[in-house]
């Protein structure tokens, strides 16, 4: 592209100091003072080499202009453009029936009034983006979202549900409708925990890109990285916040705290942990169950067992079947934030009663 870019600034050199010189030689009596030949090459080489060194320069302002499209929001670029439209639009409108007799500024009065018009345009397109995409749907539809589906709002991944795996198989039985968002700050985050000098958490990183990596393969979900940053803030869950708002979208977390802090902004929050608590079976205190009592509960003669889906019972008196499977009957159940948790007690001991 650089060598490109050098024939063609090279070609318009030359180009430009062949008409330079030609203007120039019009003049009476350049000729006689200095040979035509002489401006004629003076001339063109000067361009030649001036627009050889300009190529390159075009370039990287192309490539820089490009990069920073790149980084700005679709919404925001049509949005934008909607503006500049209109803005330089009403700059016609305004100039056509000026005269063009006013001393001084008559003739640059078109430009200077389109150039003040096309910048208001274009701030208050960006600023307005979605009341203006808005005005392109039908009456009734919802505001334009990300991924371009009506009616369903993205959801936003942290980085605790991405390492903890369970997103693949939620999003596989079609729990979740829209795109699923993985933002570039959270993508960094994950990238930082995989390079990490401890192998716990390097463990961790590398399992959630690889959940990630499945995920975006799957046809049966949308996988978007949206490059959208915020400098100004600092923590991720606060910029998590922050892209919710912008997207009128839901996090989709398991951290309790993250949690907390999006009901506090008023921001949907979709818990992967009260999912799963939600769909366990239901017991009720009466119910018979065979649990296998592993260990020692806090409390005195209290043994501890657990259900297959995880869920722990505390058995009153259970202390001495540890290592044994043992009937028992719901005493009580207590749902907290962390889980769901049953007390129990051996059925031995009921009929001993």
Known sequence: ??????????????????????????????????DPRYIMGILIGGCVVAGVFIGPMIVN???AIIQALHRTPASELVGGTLGLVIGL???????????????IIGVFLPIITGLIFGYVGLAVGVRKKDELLSVFHRSGDKPYKL???????????????IIDGRISDITKSGFLEGPLIVPGF???????????????KRNRGR?????????????????????????????????????AKDLEGKVVTNDFNLNKVCELHGVPVLNINELANA?????????????????DGKEQGQGVAYLDDGTMIVVDGGRRFIGETIGVLVTSVLQTAAGRMIFAKPKVMERAL
């Open 89 to 103: 639009i009403i700059a016609i409108l305004i100039t056509i029936p000026l005269p063009r007799e006013i001393p």
């Open 147 to 161: 991924g371009g589906r009506s009616g369903a709002s993205p959801k936003i991944l942290d980085t605790s549900v």
């Open 186 to 200: 959270v993508l960094e985050e994950l990238q930082h925990i995989a390079d990490s000098s401890d192998v716990l």
């Open 279 to 295: 769909v366990k079976p239901v017991v009720l205190p009466g119910e018979e169950l065979r649990v296998h009592v592993i260990k």
């Open 1 to 34: 592209m650089v060598k490109f870019a050098r024939i063609i600034s090279g070609a318009l050199g030359a180009l430009l100091g062949y008409q330079g010189a030609v203007v120039l030689l019009t003049v009476n009596g350049i000729s006689a003072i200095i």
């Open 61 to 63: 302002w192309l490539c």
């Open 207 to 243: 399992r959630g890109l690889d959940i990630l990596n499945k995920i975006q393969k799957e046809p049966y979900v949308t996988v978007e990285i949206l490059d959208r940053d915020y400098e100004d803030i600092t923590e991720v869950d606060t910029k998590l916040v922050r892209l």
